[in-house]
């Protein structure tokens, strides 16, 4: 406190105003004092919620209806589900739905999204600028906007499942959604997937394998080519020395729907692609930005040892632009996560749709249900930032 | 000196010829089209796609936009009969819709009013050579409360209740009161993250990662569903208010983290010197810190603005009627039903033009403060 008040308050209670302004200038002791004051209005705060909340609520505060009828379709279950499971299994398929579109949608994101990013740096003044106009629309426009915009292209535009769009042999676009023969893996083509997996793990050793050759010899070998043969070349011949050991159950055209196969729907397609879509455009300037952060001289350093210009990309400018690249990129993929709780304004079943929207609305539990979902929604993004952490610390600059 | 070039070659003086035209190859739109487009393999097969891209995809936008578009038509059988094109018959029969809401038609001026005056704190804020720029910046101060008054009612003016509002005007609601509210709340959470004292500090990084962790849907449902449970029994909390306060909590997470970079780019010397100078705490914030923190970080700040501006779409999964919730109503009304992809794309241009003005009023702050070395 300021000298005045203490000369003003002195004849008053002089010791005690001495004590307490004594207390308050000293800075260890005023880091206290504000210390407990806000601990102290935090627990005022929440035990005034959790005192309403308890005065509010009628009834206790219970989780016993996950396991009654949830009594909703949903359209989209990738797990065994129909109207009688319970509000728990809802939630379940729920979860998978947030978890497939998310995925699906960061790996499109991230493959568009570098395109972008590397058009957006082309020197070619015309694939530039539609790189530009693209990103700044799509940029300035609410992700909402173009779900409901996409959906509505797709279930307009598309035609009725009676004159369908026949993309390929067996696979139908319609309004309904994607038609596609769904695979019935005969025993035997296990071996295949088999073989592809290890094809996997052949390509991780092999190029673990390589670098230790390279580190000791300097030989190089060709890893991304034995890679591929691996992964992919053996198990396709493999599938057909095999005589392709593999049923499709096709899709055919029933009254006013297809049966059969397998259906990607226009709900998924719209949010998977405006997620996409939208998602790119901001990798695509982060990308750009990570690139231009490489400085010039390092490339030119390269070129001057006498690198080839791929081996340059690879070797020297990607790895450095990648540092700049992954914080950012970790957070449009937490972004994708979250964004897809928007998946309620087209219909699409994800988990806020599930358990946040229609159990909440049938059973009245608010609080219960946006606990699991908000519980839900933190848990994924806590996965994901520690994978993305972990991936950036295994790439980050190692300083002395 | 013309005239020569036609005539038998002039003598001239060593060192007196006059400067002749480069190349015609090597300057003009040749030498751009060269340069830009054609330097390379790679960039000629580029060139040749994005003009073919550009072909496909024109012509057909321009005719569907334009050209075979209805812009006068009452509904959308009338659209059909006269072009096979847009039908963007609904602006002109629903634009007041789209602007105002369910605000009442004959209090729709103090609307009009508010906007104005906002326009004229903007242009006041925003231009540093304004006339009376001193004087005008404590109007500022007192906007919002005017506004307020204006929009809501009260004191003399009809009162109107927050559910009519809608269209543009509940976006430009939601959107500027967010932002004035979310950025001095960030910088007391950014602060609060970067402060010695630990209980602050976890409380902050507590608020900040939860926050930040969910989806603002989420936030909003706990606004519109939960809320209620928590407040005293009988106290009752307008929708609107309600929204706006998760908007600007949801924002100020974002916006703290945004800052916090700020506030680590600043070097510790600035504090040092600070503190040896006697300043206190928040004299050493408010004059040295911030000013350099906030000035490193405003690309970050009005992304976040555009973030917020953009997500105060979401609110019509709670039932209110922002722009896109009259899109809806529309499409749902008998005479506009059909493709929806007019509807949406007139919002859309909405969003677009009011993003992109902050975006580049955004490059040209960063442009104005940048004192240091330019390369």
Known sequence: MSIGTAVDNKSSVPARRNFVSRLWNDKETRSVIIQIIALALMFAFFASLINNAVQNLDRSFSYEFLGQPANYDINQTLIEYDSRSSHLRAMYVGIINTLLVAFCGIVLATVLGFILGVLRLSKNWLTNKIAYVYIEYVRNVPLLLHILLLHGILVHSLPRPKNALNVADGAFLTNRGLFMPKPLPEPIMWAVIGLFIAGILFAFLFRRWAKKVQDETGKIYPVFWISVAAIVVVPVIAFFILGKPVAWDTPELKGFNFRGGMVVRPEFMALWFALSLYTAAFIGEIVRAGILAVSHGQTEASMALGISRGRTLNLVVIPQALRVIVPPLASQYLNITKNSSLALAIGYMDVTATIGGISLNQTGRAIECMLIVMGLYLLFSLLISTFMNWYNNRIKLVER | ?375
């Open chain 2, 1 to 375: 000196m013309n005239n020569a070039t036609n005539e038998s070659p002039p003598k001239y003086e060593l060192g007196a010829h006059p400067d002749l035209p480069p190349p015609f190859a090597t300057s003009g739109p040749i030498k751009w089209i060269r340069e830009n487009l054609l330097s390379s393999p790679t960039n000629i097969v580029l060139t040749v796609l994005a003009v073919f891209f550009l072909y496909k995809i024109i012509p057909g936008l321009a005719s569907w936009v334009f050209l075979d578009a209805t812009f006068d038509a009452a509904s959308r059988n009338e659209c059909r009969e006269l072009g096979s094109g847009a039908c963007w018959g609904f602006i002109k029969h629903r634009w007041e819709l789209f602007t105002y809401g369910f605000y009442p038609v004959d209090q729709r001026w103090r609307v009009i009013l508010a906007f104005l005056l906002f326009v004229f704190v903007v242009v006041v804020l925003l231009w540093e050579n304004c006339p009376f720029r001193k004087t005008l910046r404590w109007f500022a101060i007192g906007f919002p409360f005017v506004a307020f008054w204006l929009i809501v009612g009260g004191l003399g003016l009809e009162s109107v209740p927050t559910d009519k509002f809608g269209g543009f005007m509940l976006t430009l609601i939601i959107g500027i009161t967010g932002i004035a509210l979310s950025l001095p709340l960030g910088i007391l959470l950014a602060l609060g993250r970067q402060s010695n004292l630990p209980i602050i500090k976890y409380a902050c990084i507590g608020f900040i990662e939860f926050i930040r962790g969910v989806p603002l849907i989420t936030l909003l449902f706990v606004a519109s569903t939960m809320l209620s449970y928590f407040l005293p029994p009988r106290v009752e909390f307008d929708l609107l208010l309600r929204v706006l306060i998760m908007v600007t909590l949801f924002a100020s997470a974002y916006m703290a983290e945004v800052i916090r970079g700020g506030l680590q780019a600043v070097p510790k010397g600035q504090t040092e010197a600070a503190d040896a100078m006697g300043l206190k705490y928040w004299q050493s914030m408010r004059l040295i810190v911030l000013p350099q923190a906030l000035k490193i970080s405003i690309p970050g700040i009005v992304n976040t603005f555009i973030g917020l501006y953009k997500d105060s779409t979401l609110v019509i999964v709670i039932g209110m009627f922002d722009p896109l919730g009259i899109a809806q109503a529309t499409l749902a009304d008998t005479s506009w039903q059909g493709p929806s992809t007019e509807v949406y794309l007139f919002v859309a241009v909405f969003f677009f033009i009011s993003c992109f003005l902050m975006a580049k009023y955004s490059l040209y702050l960063e442009n104005k403060l940048h004192t240091g070395h330019k390369r």
